[in-house]
């Protein structure tokens, strides 16, 4: 069993971020992240809890891979 350590979140109007999900690895989190962005078009990121880095940032007109 994988254990969740990426977490997706998606910011309000007011840019606080709300939290939308954990997966265990970057291709599900791109994935889900893609998804939800379609859905609910905004500003997501994902969040590493191992590193406590932000490793992707999508915008509503580009992608950040960091």
Sequence with gaps: MTSSCLDIFKKDLSG???WVG???DL???RLRLSRSASLVP???F???QRTREIV???GSDRI???
């Design 16 to 18: 606080n971020p709300i």
């Design 22 to 24: 954990a997966v265990g």
């Design 27 to 29: 291709e599900n989190a």
């Design 42 to 44: 905004g500003e997501y």
């Design 46 to 48: 994902i969040f590493d």
């Design 56 to 58: 992707v940032r999508l």
């Design 64 to 66: 950040e891979w960091t």
